[in-house]
């Protein structure tokens, strides 16, 4: 006997044990797709507690995330879910080998946190929800119950013997591997099936934005003057193809809503009349279309997510009249309006911003197509000159309204500010940080935007030299962000280029550096670069 076959005879119960935890949590999560399938596919067991724990995740954390991952948080966070549940099953397959009723009470226990989860979430549709959890972690119990019973210790060989019979030292292994391949494959089949349903619920959405013919704009965005695009290499397209778009929301699982049954709700305070839309109803209404740069409020100073869109949409302030909102500097009641989506999200919007004769809208086109499911597809909100965690609600279902003393919507709830109109910024596109310049001219270039109140001014300073005016192209409204660029002579050597706007109010941007909560980064944006 050497130091092989002991170390073999440790390694393999566990080696046993880890296969048998992982095929149990695989079949958990197969079934419980199966179910979701069925039932709701955001009622699953990962994309439950992924809202779950996006919903609780502090705010500082959420910055964080968003920071590094940037839009591949959601995938970073489904990993991490995953990454853990491996742990954890390993740890109950070897459990098992020697308490099987306690292994399988442990996977009982992921199914309760799981259907917790998606009982707990915004947009929970009831006890149902509880199913694909439950139904999961009960195949998933079954299944480790029934592999760590094969898994059975043989008489020790004797003394000599060397190996055990079938190979394993002290491990029956044909036994185990029948019944792990049998649950492999069952899972397999469970999981398939249950990615088949889930993919059929989405076609009916998917069909739907397919047939949807956009009405012509009884409105159309005012012409564009020639020249808001500067030819300048590496500066942003002043209109953003919906692909390049930033994308900013808590959805593990981007709603697919079907434009057939969709149903917007308008009621609350000073609501005389209460109403329910359907989207033919808003399209058959005059729709203007704009040019409108929406931000994000976790956008830090010199950050990607802003970006400009050529809306179509109905004007909300004329629906909202119709229903007998007045806005509260016409003696209203209400002075918020809290929008709901589809997964429960909250956001809510001053209604005196609103009714102020800005083109607040429900849009339902992007770019001449219908909102791109990621951007909120049938209908979203969109308000120019506010962070669109207090306007910008996607898959928008309900508006009510009501007022900031009676109700904080989701973000509120997290330590961000009630009322928070953009701030005005200016970016440097090119060079980008770090870049190495040629000696000689250069260009340095951007974007800058106050959305509702214009750009009317960009400053450039390179080191410690004065403030110096950028050529601004022309501003296509108030709504949207002007390019500017400023032609540098390089020299060699290491250089601080830093750039700030003034809005159309006079303002000049803030030097105070603030951090993103609770209400919007400030500060200017600088770069430095290293003339070689
Ligand atoms: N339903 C829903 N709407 C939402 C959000 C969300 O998480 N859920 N995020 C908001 C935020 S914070 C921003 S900045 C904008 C981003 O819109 P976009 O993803 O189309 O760029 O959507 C807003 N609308
Ligand atoms: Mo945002």
Request: aromatic share 6%.
């Amino acid at each position: 006997m050497g130091g092989v076959s002991s170390f073999r005879r440790i390694l393999s119960p566990i080696a046993v044990g880890a296969s048998a935890g992982i095929l149990a949590a695989f079949s958990a999560l197969a079934v419980a797709e199966l179910v979701a399938g069925l039932v709701r596919p955001a009622a699953g067991p990962v994309t439950a507690v992924g809202g779950a724990v996006i919903d609780r995740t502090p705010t500082a954390v959420k910055d964080f995330a968003i920071r590094t991952f940037g839009e591949d948080d959601k995938a970073v966070l489904r990993l991490g879910i995953l990454a853990v549940l491996a742990v954890a099953a390993v740890g109950l397959g070897v459990l098992a080998l020697s308490h099987r009723r306690a292994g399988a009470a442990g996977v009982l226990l992921f199914g309760i946190v799981g259907s917790a989860a998606a009982l707990g979430r915004p947009d929970s549709a009831g006890i149902g929800d509880a199913l694909p959890s439950t139904a999961g972690a009960l195949a998933g119990a079954v299944a480790l119950y029934v592999l760590a019973s094969k898994a059975v210790r043989v008489p020790a060989p004797a003394p000599g013997d060397g190996e055990g019979r079938d190979g394993t030292e002290g491990w029956s292994r044909r036994g185990f591997l029948a019944a792990a391949g049998v649950t492999a494959a069952a899972a397999a089949s469970a999981g398939s099936v249950g990615r088949f349903l889930t993919g059929r619920r989405g076609r009916g959405a998917v069909a739907s934005r397919r047939s949807l013919v956009l009405p012509a704009p009884a409105s159309p965005a005012p012409a564009v003057p020639a020249g808001v695009q500067l030819k300048v290499a590496g500066i942003s397209a002043f209109t953003t193809p919906n692909s390049d778009f930033y994308r900013v929301d808590t959805a593990l699982a981007v709603p697919r809503v079907d434009a057939g049954t969709w149903r917007l709700r308008i009621h609350g305070a000073g609501v005389s009349r209460p109403r329910v839309h359907t989207l033919d109803q808003l399209l058959a209404r005059p729709l203007i279309e704009r040019d409108i740069t929406l931000t994000c409020v976790s956008n830090e100073v010199g950050g990607p997510y802003t970006g400009t869109a050529r809306w179509l949409g109905v004007p909300l302030a004329g629906l909202l009249e119709e229903a007998g909102v007045r806005p509260p500097s016409e003696g209203g009641k209400a002075d918020q309006l809290v929008a709901r989506s589809v997964d429960g999200m909250t956001l809510g919007s001053p209604v005196e911003d609103v009714m102020d004769g800005r083109d607040a809208m429900l849009a339902v086109g992007m770019n001449g197509e219908p909102l791109p499911f990621d951007h909120g597809f049938p209908v979203r909100m969109v308000v120019p000159g506010l962070y669109g965690y207090v306007s910008a609600c996607k898959w928008i279902t309900d508006i009510e309204l009501t007022t900031f003393d009676a109700y904080d919507p989701y973000w509120v709830r997290r330590t961000w500010a009630r009322r928070a109109p953009v701030k005005t910024q200016a970016r440097i596109d090119t060079p980008k940080p770090f870049a190495r310049p040629a000696a000689g001219e250069a260009t340095v270039a951007g974007v800058a935007w106050a959305q509702h109140r214009g750009i009317s001014r960009v400053e450039v300073r390179v080191d410690d030299g004065p403030w110096q005016d950028a050529d601004l192209a022309p501003q296509a409204t108030a709504d949207t962000w002007r390019q500017w660029s400023f032609p540098w002579r390089a020299t060699p050597g290491g250089h601080t280029i830093t750039v700030r706007a003034t809005d159309g109010s006079g303002q000049v941007q803030s030097e105070q550096r603030t951090r993103t909560v609770p209400d919007g980064a400030s500060g200017w944006h600088s770069v430095f670069v290293t003339v070689p």
